[in-house]
């Protein structure tokens, strides 16, 4: 994978896969103002989104929920689960 820095990063479309909208897609990561969601964002890039299964979004989603998301900072969740080995 390329070096792309943090400025391109920043500018990546960033959207959240745990609030679906009605038409399919899906809305800006963030809230504003007081904004109500069902259920804490999970934000990844619209890339990274469109390349993912139905179950890895949910897992990621689920796996985020689990964090306790208290504080004033969010609580950072892994998009991808670690894979797992075979003990023999």
Do not use: H
């Not at 990561?29 to 109500?36: D, I, N, V």
């Not at 689960?81 to 075979?86: C, D, E, H």
């Amino acid at each position: 994978m390329a070096k792309k820095g943090l400025r391109s990063w920043v500018k990546e479309n960033w959207v959240d896969i745990a609030n679906k909208k009605s038409d399919g897609s899906f809305p800006k990561c963030g809230r504003s103002g007081g904004e109500e969601r069902k259920k804490y964002p999970k934000c990844v890039p619209i890339a990274k989104a469109r390349a993912m299964s139905k179950g890895q979004k949910a897992g990621a989603v689920r796996r985020k929920q689990a964090k306790s998301n208290t504080g004033p900072t969010p609580s950072r969740a892994a998009t991808f689960a670690k894979k797992r080995t075979k003990k023999t």
